[in-house]
């Protein structure tokens, strides 16, 4: 994976796994890159994971793409298009209110992005502000 990627800086932290922006070497496109904090011995166990089963269905213009998975010594990383930040981010950092139609169009496309999941048989358990990925550019 080292020698595809150059791990630019750590984003986050979280139970399973912590995510690094990551600039792919050949092409330059910055993506995000999931480190998993525990150890997966075969690539069977990998592929039969949850987050991955599902995540490999997903093509929704709302919702992020999983680009690979790597399992490279005994270690799982998602390799995910990259997002500049996060709801809540976003939120904390603005010193004045939504419009109403901000809000109703990522309310939107929220709703559709959930729509899209449960017609495939999944359901989003964890839906919050600090997990809701977003690009700054859009609604600044």
Known sequence: ???????????????FGSVWRAINKQTGEVVAIKKM?????SWEECMNL?????????????IVKLK??????????????????????LMKDRGEVFSEAEIR???????QALAYMHQ???FHRDLKPGITLVVRKCFV
């Open 50 to 62: 949850r987050e991955v089963k599902s995540l490999r269905r997903m093509n929704h213009p709302n």
């Open 105 to 111: 169009n990522w309310c939107f496309q929220i709703f």
């Open 120 to 122: 495939r048989g999944y």
């Open 68 to 89: 690979e998975v790597i399992r490279e010594n005994d270690i799982l990383y998602f390799v995910f298009e990259y997002m500049e930040c996060n709801l809540y981010q």
């Open 1 to 15: 994976m080292m020698e595809r990627y150059k791990l630019i800086k750590e984003v986050g932290d979280g139970t």
């Open 37 to 41: 904090k525990r150890k997966y011995y």
